[in-house]
């Protein structure tokens, strides 16, 4: 689902060569191309419609935790979810006990990638790319679906275009989420990007959950530094206790204050005191940016009166002589 391209399938490597068996009809497993939290992510080739995919299989725990039938029954749900900023599900099942699903694979890399090559991105480059995802989180809450890993490494650019990858496990993780995978240990999301209430293990998180996280991933995307940073789940909340969320501006002073202001709300501790929904957050945005161009009109405009005055001066001057 990135531009990695996949390691060699190994001979000890017990889920691909289980998915390579097991799906060989269907799919050519090609190579690893990366590990998260949840699970493992395969580069195969689909033999049916002859395209690239990605087959992401969930770790032990978390299929143990699901159940077969129930994965099934949540992850048909979220099939069901087309839009054009969500990178749609293509098939799922199971493999000697792994559940996995299947999602397009994309060349064009993430938001990460993009990152790592550019470091930071202007206000004004990245807001499209924030706009689109909006759009994505914003018609998968109005279907009650929360993704909870919202980061840049599940924000694909395809064609130029922000595309929402990983949908495909969030509603069959908000099934269970809480209790049984708390009872495992396993932590559901990305401690960089995680929420405090998702951090404490609450089970009944909305919207706002995601919107903490795309909070943290605009933060990063702006200044190549998160928030609150910690090894692991703990050590990110003794962070949110240490204080307030930092202002972005402290690192991008060249920000209009109302953008340094909406995402201290965005990312507030509590979920009641931030927007209630992403749109109302990417409205903000956008006027910011609306209106700091307009600031600036004016200011270019005179610059440019005074460059043309200066030269029809200078004219007259050597005409007068």
Do not use: W
């Not at 799919?27 to 995919?53: F, N, T």
């Not at 929402?164 to 990007?193: H, K, N, Q, W």
């Not at 005074?306 to 004219?315: D, E, K, M, Q, Y």
């Amino acid at each position: 689902m990135s531009k990695i391209m996949p390691t060699e399938l190994r001979d000890d490597d017990a889920v691909g060569q289980a998915l390579a068996h097991g799906l060989v009809e269907r799919y050519r497993i090609e190579g690893r191309v990366g590990r998260g939290g949840m699970g493992v992510v395969y580069k195969a080739y689909d033999l049916r419609h002859e395209r690239p995919v990605a087959i992401k299989v969930l770790r032990e725990e978390v299929s143990a935790a699901l159940g077969d039938a129930r994965f099934h029954r949540e992850i048909q749900v979220t099939a069901g979810l087309s839009h054009p900023n969500i990178l749609p599900l293509l098939d799922s099942g199971d493999v000697d006990g792994h559940l996995f699903f299947v999602a397009p694979f994309v060349e064009g890399g993430s938001l990460r990638d993009v990152a790592n090559r550019r470091g930071t991105l202007g206000f004004d480059e990245l807001l499209p790319y924030v706009i689109e995802i909006g759009a994505a989180l914003d018609f998968a809450h109005r279907h009650n679906i929360v993704h909870r890993d919202i980061k840049p490494d599940n924000v694909f650019v395809l064609d130029g275009h922000a595309v929402l990858a990983d949908f495909g496990l969030a509603r069959a993780i908000d099934a269970v989420a809480g209790l049984e995978l708390t009872r495992s240990g396993i932590a559901i999301g990305s401690p960089d990007y995680m929420s405090p209430e998702q951090a404490l293990g609450r089970r009944a998180v909305d919207g706002r959950a995601d919107l903490y996280s795309f909070g943290c991933l605009i933060f990063e995307l702006l200044t190549s530094e998160v928030p609150y940073s910690g090894p692991h789940i703990s050590a990110v909340l003794r962070a949110y206790a240490e204080g307030a969320p930092p202002d972005v501006r402290a690192f991008r002073p060249d920000l209009p204050p109302t953008v340094g202001k909406a995402l201290k709300r965005a990312m507030a501790k509590n979920p009641h005191d931030r927007f209630a929904a992403v749109g109302n957050f990417v409205r903000v945005l956008e006027e910011a940016s609306t209106n700091s161009r307009s600031r600036s009109l004016p200011l270019a405009l005179v610059a440019a009166a005074a460059i043309v005055v200066t030269g029809i001066l200078v004219l007259i001057f050597a005409l007068a002589f």
